[in-house]
């Protein structure tokens, strides 16, 4: 009886085989050459890097900087650590650093501690570090994931949050939460300059409230105006951005009666007043400052498993999906409406996607590193697999492959 047993094992496994690679199996990829292992003493959970530093989440290690240099090509050539911050916070929960990504117009690391706070470096030479180098708390809500929109005299910072505990606002602009729901929040900073200490001191909107979801979405991406939400084994949702600042009635539609002054405290009260408000008369709708969102979900679509990372590029976005259903690529229209997928990698579970100059570089955990070569749309064709230690993260920079692993950063070049 126990051999067909273990025939029946042989097969069930046989027929869930990954199917992307080719027949060379799960070797690493003779084009991709080992540069760098860096170790973190520890986890390294995620890496982002601009021209001359890298940042590496490293778990209870803290975050790391590094300075890079590369040669002509843009290869990185060396890497030297030059600053740890191992204890950034020892009453703060956990005290971890998860998640990574970098202002590469002002130069500001931002490091996420999942549940506890989001932390500020900044990377110049010479700059004066926040004195509160971290985001205040917004609306009562934990950090699980944050992104970030670049602008050339503001960094708008928007946070997935997820709440505690049924909420309200006073001032009755937010409304009541489920207890473990999620929302997106964001707020404006122009404190990013070499000489600032404060990062919030002149912040506008401070926190402001976009769209509230329920307990699946666990992380978000921001990119082309759009931020998409992972909503758990429900798929994808999309928010679109807002390009100035509106006033909408209950139905979500445009007031048009509204005219934005520029001034978020002016705008919000004649958005919002009641128009039984004789003293500061509105027009009893909601209001969104630009650079917020639409206040309805402009996108929605399901895929054949929990989603477990997104990315944004060109209105295609890329899902990386769990217990092994691999990478769905999504042709997003201008109306919101998806026109066609691509399922690639099948078989494998993604932690992570990155993209640069259309290198496609998916993290599958104890498989290592997939790569694609993408020219737009659908248009994507394997290239290799690259074997690491377990996979948390990839990040794409040229031809500079940088994989964050259980047993540190490994930095590979494509030949």
């Keep these: 009886m126990k051999i067909y047993v273990y025939i029946l094992i042989y097969f069930l496994c046989s027929c869930i085989k990954p199917t992307d690679p080719d027949n060379d199996g799960n070797a690493t990829f003779s084009q991709a050459e080992l540069n760098f292992h860096i170790d973190t003493y520890g986890e390294a959970m995620d890496v982002d890097l601009t021209e001359n530093n890298m940042v590496v989440a490293a778990n209870y290690q803290g975050f790391i900087v590094y300075d890079l240099a590369r040669d002509a090509s843009g290869k990185i050539t060396s890497v030297d650590s030059i600053f740890n911050d191992s204890d950034m916070d020892g009453t703060m929960g956990d005290n971890r650093a998860q998640e990574v ?111 509230n979801f329920g307990i699946l979405p666990e992380t978000i991406y921001f990119s082309d105006g759009l931020l998409a939400v992972s909503n758990g084994e429900l798929g994808v949702k999309v928010l679109k951005q807002l390009n100035q600042s509106s006033c909408f009635d209950d139905q979500n539609e445009l007031i048009e009666d509204f005219q934005s002054t520029g001034d978020i405290d002016s705008d919000r009260i004649a958005c919002e007043n009641s128009v039984f408000d004789y003293n500061n008369p509105g027009l009893g709708g909601n209001y969104e400052p630009e650079g917020g969102f639409y206040p309805y979900v402009f996108s929605s679509f399901d895929l054949p498993g929990e989603v477990n990372s997104v990315m944004i590029r060109d209105s295609i976005i890329f899902s990386g999906l769990s217990t092994s259903n691999g990478c769905y690529i999504s042709l997003l229209d201008s109306n919101g409406i998806i026109g066609d997928n691509l399922a690639i990698a099948n078989g494998y579970t993604i932690n992570n996607i990155s993209e640069d100059n259309g290198i496609v570089a998916l993290s599958v955990g104890h498989d290592g590193i997939l790569l694609y070569y993408w020219d737009g749309g659908l248009n994507i064709n394997f290239m290799g697999q690259i074997e690491t230690p377990y996979a948390n993260s990839v990040k794409v920079d040229g031809d500079n492959i940088i994989i964050s692993t259980e047993d540190g950063i490994f930095i590979y070049f494509l030949k």
């Design 101 to 211: 990504i970098i202002s590469q117009t002002h130069n500001i690391a931002f490091i996420t501690d999942i549940y506890d706070r989001i932390w500020l470096h900044k990377l110049n030479n010479g700059s004066n570090q926040y004195v509160d180098n971290y985001l205040s708390d917004c609306y009562g809500g934990t950090w699980l994931n944050v992104a970030i929109d670049d602008q050339s005299d503001h960094i708008n910072v928007f946070t997935l949050v997820k709440h505690s505990s049924s909420e309200s606002d006073d001032d009755g602009t937010i409304g009541d939460f489920d207890e473990y729901s999620t929302s997106v929040v964001w707020k404006k900073l122009y404190d990013i300059n070499d000489a600032d200490f404060f990062p919030e001191l002149n912040a506008s909107p401070s926190c402001e409230f976009s769209y």
